[in-house]
């Protein structure tokens, strides 16, 4: 297979990394590298991560940039064939039927009955979408093997309709939380990325790009307190989505006439949402608190 | 491909090879992609080739410690230029060459040992044998499935009765008939196992019976579609990768290297309180049917091990707990920690026989039903 080595002008994993800037998206290498990776090589690219890193958002920055319509899948348990890729629209099948009975032969089987659901659309439009297959950790294993055939060879078989086969490889990317262990058939046919948390200066300008009300030593500090935050044991540390909550949620406070401690204190909510794990840190809460700490 | 890169590409094909023979998994297919990736990116420094490396043959974050290791040792030394990149090896993890082949000394991270606990230590390494309770295991294995309880799935099958109507069939039905619907087909939302969490105490005071929970554990993850195995001692190590290995004495084998704290002390608490602590291994307990396999011994703080047990009983769908030392029918637990928990089991079990322990296993469903 001939290797894209440009794909709608992006040449690097650096100008990948300039382009996702530019929609918001603030890329350290390594996705940098896995995404153009994917893209040239025309894999899908599989995102893994804790809860709130940006996977999800990662492929609405890629599918923006290369001005294409991004399709969600949302995995859940029990998601099958009919939800993925295609459903007949059975009651309208019917009516066709019953209106044809005069002894006229009628397809039912045409387009016109055919409901597209995101996999199909992907395959039929891959120069147009961008197919986001989101928590494919929360799908069972029936639902992944099915994936494994479409992700071999981009084709779908309709047995009614036979083999539809993808003009050029759609680009799909996947996300997981590791809330269970995939497949390694899944993970090879992938670009593979594991995003970590972001380095404490990168967060802190993905806090300032997101929400431009902030400012820059509000958003330090809240970056300090969610790095101390996250190597505590909590069932649900903060994720960078969280960071940015909190700090958009302090400064909203401090607008209204809150100190900063005060400020910080009373908008926690949007960095922890668990009474078990406020209740652990709850006697220590002044180290946590930015402003509050000796 | 040959015609594309140049004949430095040994190193390179090499490398897949290295990390097969510790344990990775690495399709013929991916050694393809590295290549091609290799060459998209340049490569101007040898980062661009761990960045390729990493990105096609896909480690997992757990192994990423070893893997940088090994790629450290094959392109540092074999191909890269000195001072290019400055080796040092982590603090976690010694790469030593033993007798012409290397062996990895891993650190915590790398067999997603959750956080040490406090305290001495006492690390062991163990020869871990399967024991002959072959047959024993193999009918627990078949009657396993349907022993332990379920849950509705949330996928649909045809069925006689159900509230869902099953339109494709219905069609197919109707079409027979000329398009007259005569009857209508239904659906109905299939029972599922609820997933498995195994703990398994391999303190010292549960010594003479952790080959056999082992080898259990092995029979456990192949009949049932989901299952977590840990064992704690003084620390938490998770074996579910290495028992999905088919053959058990393999699995046990590769289960023995990952084990640190054989025939250690006992500290429940703070191994429950490690394991809640990493969200993902957390997740691992929601809606699921726990399983410790323990004396209850605990050497540790009792208030660490009682509420660790709360936490773990808010998440779980029930949590059966069996011990060795029940071989009384009039057992009663005597340790403080244990005797608090109690309420929160929905069975105390026996443990002091692989096939006693099985029955009481089996014996899960029965006890609810009842």
Partial sequence: MALRTTIAGISSPEALAEALKSAMYLADDGIATAGYLALALGKPLLLEGAPGVGKTEAAKAIAGILGRQLIRLQCFEGIDAAAALYEWNYPRQMLAIRQAQDGANIDIYRDEFLIERPMLTALRRPESTVLLIDEIDRSDHEFEAFLLEFLSDFSISIPERGTLRAAERPVVILTSNRTRDLHEALRRRCVYHYIAYPDPAREAAIIMLRSSAVAESTARAVVAAVGILRNEPLSKPPGVAEAVDWAEAATALAHTGASWPEAFRRSIGAAIKDEEDLAHLRPRLAQFIPGMAA | ?370
């Fill in chain 2, 1 to 370: 491909m040959s015609a594309t890169v140049p004949g430095a590409v040994r190193p390179l094909i090499a490398f897949p090879a290295l990390l097969r023979s510790h344990g990775f998994l690495v399709a013929p297919e991916q050694t393809v992609s590295f290549l091609e990736a290799v060459e998209l990116l340049g490569p101007r420094t040898i980062e661009h080739v761990r960045k390729a490396a990493v990105a096609t043959l896909a480690p997992h974050p757990e192994q990423r410690p070893l893997f940088d290791a090994l790629f450290d040792m094959h392109f540092i030394g074999a191909v890269g230029e000195p001072g290019e990149d400055s080796f040092e090896p982590d603090d976690e993890m010694q790469v030593q060459d033993d007798i012409g082949t290397e062996e990895i000394v891993i650190g915590d991270e790398v067999n997603e040992t959750g956080q040490a606990a406090t305290g001495a230590e006492a690390l062991a390494v163990r020869e871990l044998r399967a024991p002959d309770d072959t047959d024993t295991l193999r009918r627990f294995g078949d009657a396993l499935p349907n022993a332990l309880p379920h849950r509705r799935g949330y996928r649909h099958k045809a069925a006689r009765r159900g509230k869902g109507i099953d339109l494709a069939r219905s069609l197919r039905a109707a079409m027979r008939n000329e398009g007259e619907v005569m009857s209508l087909k239904r659906l109905r939302r299939a029972p599922r196992p609820r997933p498995v969490l195994l703990l398994i105490d391999v303190s010292g005071s549960m010594k003479q019976r952790s080959d056999a929970h082992l080898a259990l554990a092995h029979e456990i993850v192949h009949a049932m579609p989901r299952v977590e195995v840990f064992t704690f001692g003084t620390r938490l190590t998770r074996l579910t990768r290495a028992l999905r290995l088919r053959n058990r004495q393999q699995a046990l084998t590769e289960a023995s290297g990952l084990v640190a704290d054989w025939d250690g002390g006992t500290r429940i608490g703070d191994a429950l309180e490690a394991f809640l602590a990493v969200p993902r291994f957390a997740g691992y307990a929601r809606g699921a049917n726990v399983i410790v396999l323990s004396d209850g011994l605990e050497r540790g703080d009792p208030t660490t091990m009682i509420r660790a047990v709360q936490r773990l009983a808010a998440r779980a769908h029930r949590i059966d707990w069996f011990t060795p030392l029940a071989i009384d029918p009039g057992y009663r637990p005597e340790t403080e920690a244990l005797r608090a928990v109690r309420p929160l089991l929905a069975s105390l079990g026996d443990a002091s026989s692989t096939s006693r322990l099985c029955r009481a296993i089996l014996a899960i469903g029965e006890a609810r039903a009842a």
